[in-house]
């Protein structure tokens, strides 16, 4: 089993949400209705969200949820 670098907390940059993962951070935006990120995971997996796109709709439903 292969270890994984811990998802940060997500930062809204421009039209979407810049995660930082392990030493490097990747995009993630809500295109047409769709989420993209731009890890290597997401793109072999095209039918599943990536871990960052999950943080990143975490981190919304938190804001929601405050207020």
Request: hydrophobic residues 30%; positive net charge; charged residues 25%.
């Amino acid at each position: 089993m292969t270890k994984t670098p811990q998802v940060g907390r997500p930062q809204r940059r421009g039209r979407g949400w810049w995660v930082p993962s392990g030493v490097v951070g990747y995009y993630v935006e809500r295109v047409e209705g769709r989420w993209r990120c731009t890890c290597p995971g997401y793109r072999w997996r095209r039918q599943q969200l990536c871990k960052h796109v999950v943080a990143v709709i975490r981190q919304q439903r938190q804001e929601v949820a405050m207020g």
